[in-house]
């Protein structure tokens, strides 16, 4: 959910609902290569980095055989331990179709995969990124039941006229989230662990701030949609991630038209502050546009 789509009619050969057959005969060697090669490039700098959820979902769903996965035999397993489902959809889709497949706890993934000169960025989600970076977390049972409240969410917040407000929340949580464990912060934003610089960069980088997350400071933070996030938001715990997507946010809406948006990168007075970064990177990244 990196930019807000407006409705309109699928593309053809899609169904009512954007779903596409993920057609996976007709996957090329090299297709089947990227995968792996990026799979095999990230879970070598996950093992310490990566919440267990994720790795724990990693192994359930066993993502790397064969290449680019079969969704229906990961819909298998992962329907058998949380309900959901990964569909395959042509690209981003409208935010109601989108958030009326969560809501009914389907995961909308685009079924095209990056070319071998794309392997360290691309703006558009592909499979890797949808299927790699997303689909582990939903074999968590306390995730699932967020990103299903979020789909639901998602639908009250269009009524609202809010959508800005909850895509942030879904950016600094689903897409580029930080947890704090025992064994210190770990990875659980699909963002972040589908992409090997910023999984670096989220952990150690002295740029970046981390701070602890608030809801409403959440949806007042806007964000970078083409380089790494100048602030990363640290959950304590998936639990507390859920409660707070379960509560009325038709308050919080209403309290958040007399606030103003916190600039990116920039710090506030109640922040829970758990790094205080220098923004050297973002600086920098100014300074030479």
Request: glycine letters at 6%; proline letters at 7%.
């Amino acid at each position: 959910m990196s930019d807000i789509v407006k409705p309109h009619s699928p593309p053809e050969g899609a169904a009512a609902d954007w779903t596409i057959d993920q057609a996976w005969d007709d996957y090329s060697a090299q297709d089947h290569q990227v995968w792996t090669t990026l799979y095999e490039r990230q879970t070598g700098l996950l093992q310490d980095r990566a919440c267990a959820p994720f790795l724990r979902g990693l192994d359930a769903l066993d993502l790397h055989r064969g290449g680019i996965p079969d969704l229906s035999r990961i819909n298998t397993e992962l329907e058998r331990l949380t309900g959901w489902r990964v569909v395959a959809v042509p690209g981003l889709v409208p935010d109601d179709v989108f958030f009326e497949h969560l809501a009914n706890r389907r995961f909308p993934a685009g079924r095209f995969i990056r070319t071998p000169d794309q392997l360290d960025y691309l703006q558009e989600p592909d499979i890797f990124h949808d299927v790699f970076g997303h689909v582990p977390m939903l074999t968590d049972p306390v995730f699932a039941d967020y990103m299903a409240a979020y789909g639901r969410g998602g639908r009250r917040a269009l009524s609202h006229g809010h959508l800005a407000h909850l895509a942030r929340l879904y950016w600094h949580t689903v897409e580029f989230g930080l947890m704090r464990t025992p064994q210190g912060l770990r990875i659980y934003g699909a963002g972040i662990v589908s992409s090997r610089t910023e999984t670096v960069f989220s952990l150690k980088d002295a740029s970046p701030h981390r701070l602890g997350f608030d809801l409403i400071r959440v949806m007042r933070t806007p964000y970078r949609i083409d380089d790494f996030q100048p602030t990363y938001f640290v959950i304590p715990s998936l639990e507390e991630l859920l409660e707070a997507s379960l509560q009325d946010f038709a308050p919080i809406y209403r309290q958040l038209e007399t606030l103003d948006d916190i600039p990116i990168g920039e710090l506030a007075a109640q922040d829970a502050v758990i790094h205080r970064g220098d923004q050297t990177y973002h600086r920098s990244r100014l300074a030479a546009q």
